[in-house]
Nanobody, 126 residues
Framework: QVQLVESGVGLVQAGDSLRLSCAASGRTFSVPYMGWFRQAPGKEREFVAATNWSGGSTYYTDSVKGRFTISRDNAKNTVYLQMNSLKPEDTAVYYC???????????????????WGQGTQVTVSS
């Protein structure tokens, strides 16, 4: 089993930056892929970003490319999401997710992930 705990809840203004953290515990070696998803009110959950174990491969949804950066510190079993130039449309509950064997072509699918955090609220005011 793997437990994921997000932190970094924030109320920020448009244009600000915020960093989310996700601390993993348990059998972390079994989940080389880590990702972030988000769900805005009234909308479906959507993929944001993901990375592999080494951090050498990263994946982003188009709407956050150039603004968000995913990274990880395996010594701390933590993955980060640095969010810059935040927009009101980035407002959502952000979820950390972990996956074991993962086809990179399916990295954006929630069904590819085995474990989920409880979510953390990010609100961006205009």
């Amino acid at each position: 089993q793997v437990q994921l705990v997000e932190s970094g809840v924030g109320l920020v203004q448009a244009g600000d930056s915020l960093r989310l953290s996700c601390a993993a515990s348990g059998r972390t070696f079994s989940v080389p892929y880590m990702g972030w998803f988000r769900q805005a009110p009234g909308k479906e959950r959507e993929f944001v970003a993901a990375t592999n174990w080494s951090g050498g491969s990263t994946y982003y949804t188009d709407s956050v490319k150039g603004r968000f950066t995913i990274s990880r510190d395996n010594a701390k079993n933590t993955v980060y999401l640095q969010m810059n130039s935040l927009k009101p449309e980035d407002t959502a509950v952000y979820y950390c997710a972990a996956a074991g064997i993962l086809d990179p072509g399916r990295v954006g699918l929630g069904s590819s992930y085995n474990y989920w955090g409880q979510g953390t609220q990010v609100t961006v005011s205009s």
